[in-house]
């Protein structure tokens, strides 16, 4: 199975900081890479697929890059509402998440 | 809209079984693959069972399979787990998620979960 590994596990930033979130793939998988974020008590909302596409209705300060086993999930200018725990899913065989990045208020 | 509804979560014994549904609507059911994703409490997210839009296709984590069945009415516009041989690590929220139009694996959209919490 492959493994996907998110870091860090977590990271405090304020609100208009650059954060930058990467997942690492225990194998090749392109560029068939989703990320999500997730509130307390709700479910995961789509932000970015393949890799880099942005999910319609989500804001353009999310950005997805990388293919092959390294990529990252940049926001560009935090916002209150971007504070929440984010996956990173590989879909080129079956499907596994990361373990999550909780984003968190300094 | 889209709307992924579950239901049938509870309290349950080791040993014992439960069903849930996920009622769906917004959208073509029939026309779309679907699946159940599950998160344990304080934990990440796992994936448990797909199912083709047709039902003809089934895959289930290894950590279910044998336990866990997964089906679909599509006349009534519903998704079911059937859940059996329950252990205490099955404890978790039990999220339906759909398949994007597209033949490819990741969840454009997700149910508000439906928690199973199997302790004696």
């Known amino acids: 199975a492959i493994r996907m590994t998110q870091s860090p596990s977590s990271l405090s930033a304020s609100t208009g900081d650059r954060v930058t979130i990467t997942c690492r793939a225990s194998?090749?998988?392109?560029?068939?890479l989703a990320w999500y974020q997730q509130k307390p008590g709700k479910a995961p909302k789509l932000l970015i697929y393949?890799?880099?596409t942005l999910q319609s209705g989500v804001p353009s300060r999310f950005s997805g890059s990388g293919s092959g086993t390294d990529f990252t999930l940049t926001i560009s200018c935090l916002q209150s509402e971007d504070f929440a725990t984010y996956y990173c899913?590989?879909?080129?065989?079956?499907?596994?998440f990361g373990q999550g990045t909780k984003v968190e208020i300094k | 809209e889209v709307q992924l509804v579950e239901s049938g979560g509870g309290l349950v014994q080791p040993g014992g079984s439960l069903r849930l549904s996920c009622a769906a609507s917004g959208f073509t059911f029939s026309s779309y693959e679907m699946n159940w994703v599950r998160q344990a409490p304080g934990k990440g997210l796992e994936w448990v069972s797909y199912?083709?839009?047709?039902?003809?296709?089934?895959y289930y984590a290894d950590s279910v399979k044998g336990r866990f069945t997964i089906s679909r009415d599509n006349a009534k516009n519903s998704l079911y787990l059937q859940m059996n041989s329950l252990r205490a690590e099955d404890t978790a929220v039990y999220y339906c998620?759909?398949?994007?139009?597209?033949?490819?694996?990741?969840?454009?959209?997700w149910g508000q979960g439906t928690l199973v919490t199997v302790s004696s």
């Open positions: 998620a759909r398949d994007p139009p597209t033949v490819v694996n990741y969840f454009d959209y």
């Open positions: 194998q090749g998988i392109s560029s068939y």
């Open positions: 899913q590989q879909y080129y065989s079956y499907r596994t």
């Open positions: 393949a890799a880099s």
């Open positions: 199912i083709s839009s047709s039902g003809s296709t089934i």
